[in-house]
């Protein structure tokens, strides 16, 4: 609860990955890689009560074996590929008594903190925004990016009539990290997205920023972690 408010976290996690099949249950830095996720929420000031959304039944039992609570199965048909990601939420608040908040954390950000959580919680209070969400600063700037045509030219992404060659005269550019969002309930329920022009963002360093998508990532990870593990031990 945060100055009132209660507020409800929902980690989905559906068994059909094909980039990385089952990821969010393969082992990571020595658990599976829906725990880490699990862990941090738990140690949020602020969350209320912690649920998973999922249709798998290993993930669910899993994910209970650390502690979450599941409260629902989701259907197998809000669990394919080209569902919307806003699709669980919605049937997770269509199925639960109303929270003032609802924060969505993917299982896929492992090396995201308790700080990141409670700091876009608290982001979204601060600044009365219907939403907050997790960003990091991008280091490919649009300024640098081009499009090319049927013949091979280059056209700017973004057309300007300055031309930006240094690095420090581009201006800051962020992407969403996939790794925090929060919104009001009543909101979100209504908009169906947690991204509008009044969103309010938490910026996140990159190296707490790493969404697991390929087998790159999850390997990019795993040495992180490793090398995260040995530094504490020296």
Request: aromatic share 8%; hydrophobic share 35%.
């Amino acid at each position: 609860m945060i100055h009132g408010k209660k507020v409800l976290a929902i980690i989905p996690a559906r068994g059909g990955s094909k980039a990385v099949p089952r990821k969010n249950i393969r082992e990571i830095g020595g658990k599976p890689l829906i725990a880490w996720t699990i862990e941090e929420a738990k140690k949020s000031q602020y969350i209320d009560r912690l649920i998973l959304s999922s249709e798998d039944d290993e993930i669910i039992k899993i994910a209970q074996k650390w502690g979450c609570e599941i409260a629902f199965k989701r259907p197998v048909e809000l669990a394919q590929d080209d569902t919307p990601g806003i699709a669980p939420v919605l049937h997770a608040l269509n199925q639960l008594p109303i929270y003032d908040y609802v924060v969505l954390l993917q299982p896929t950000s492992p090396l995201r903190q308790v700080i990141d959580i409670d700091g876009c919680i608290e982001a979204c209070i601060r600044y009365e925004s219907y939403s907050s969400v997790s960003v990091t600063e991008s280091d490919s700037s649009p300024y640098w990016m081009y499009t090319i045509d049927r013949t091979g030219q280059m056209q700017p992404f973004i057309k300007t009539h300055n031309i930006l060659d240094r690095r420090q005269d581009l201006p800051k550019v962020y992407l969403l990290n996939g790794a925090v969002y929060v919104a009001q309930t009543e909101w979100i329920l209504q908009s169906k997205n947690f991204i509008s022009d009044g969103t309010t963002a938490y910026v996140m360093p990159i190296e707490r920023s790493i969404d697991i998508d390929t087998e790159l990532d999850f390997n990019i990870v795993q040495l992180t972690l490793k090398e995260t593990n040995n530094t504490q031990k020296s």
